[in-house]
């Protein structure tokens, strides 16, 4: 399996707070990517990155901001939770544009 | 922007079978094309990649194969068993990130 973890697992949080998720990798990979998964929906892109420091917008950025200081880390984070931003949130790495590993997600829950 | 589509949506079969999951997408222009499994509650497993270039891909006892010019995929598995249970996903790569079919979940019975 590719390294790729994710923090926290799970998380409960009200309406209104911040909230950031990690991603975290081993593979030295230039791309990292955040979906978000609903039923109905599928995965979606909400961001995504291409090195350090460059990040860009994907399907579904609204509310969502992101972070890449070191090539390993790639936090997600929402400004002010929304009960519409209760989803399970995967992030994913590849080397160019070639296969995509998937982390083992996290389950947020927005109250 | 792309569209991507699996047919069925579920599906249940008897052990022993060889069956055939379907994915169609709207636009040719692709990079590669994947197919991941995912097991309930957990996260995307990838099974193949198949570049732009590339008819098929083969891992085991599962076949994929690519007709970008109809915009259309198939994954092939042959002698399924209960283990295969779980959703597959097929998911296009139009540029920088994946585009998601809403996947069929398989069931595989004793």
């Known amino acids: 399996d590719a390294g790729i973890t994710q923090s926290p697992r799970h998380k409960v949080t009200e309406t209104g707070t911040p909230v950031t998720l990690r991603c975290h990798q081993t593979?030295?990979?230039?791309?990292m990517y955040w979906y978000r998964q609903d039923p109905g929906h599928g995965l979606r892109l909400i961001h995504y990155?291409?090195?350090?420091?460059?990040?860009d917008k994907g399907e579904v950025s609204d509310g969502y901001s992101v972070s890449r200081s070191k090539t390993e880390d790639f936090l997600l984070t929402l400004e002010s939770a929304t009960s519409s931003q209760t989803s399970v949130y995967f992030c994913a790495i590849s080397e160019s544009n070639n296969e995509q590993y998937f982390g083992p997600g996290t389950r947020l829950t927005v109250t | 922007k792309q569209e991507v589509t699996q047919i069925p949506a579920a599906l249940s079969v008897p052990e022993g079978e060889n069956l055939v999951l379907n994915c169609s997408f709207t636009?040719?222009?692709?990079?590669?094309l994947q197919w991941f499994r995912q097991d309930p509650g957990k996260g995307l497993t990838s099974l193949l990649l198949i570049q732009s270039s590339q008819r098929e891909q083969t891992s085991g006892r599962l076949n994929a194969s690519l007709d970008k010019s109809s915009g259309r995929s198939t994954l092939y598995i042959a002698a399924s068993q209960p283990g295969d249970s779980a959703t597959y996903l097929c998911?296009?790569?139009?540029?920088?990130?994946?585009?998601f079919g809403k996947g069929t979940s398989l069931l595989v019975t004793p």
């Open positions: 998911a296009v790569n139009s540029g920088y990130a994946l585009n």
């Open positions: 990155s291409y090195g350090v420091k460059d990040t």
């Open positions: 636009d040719s222009a692709i990079y590669n």
């Open positions: 593979e030295n990979h230039r791309y």
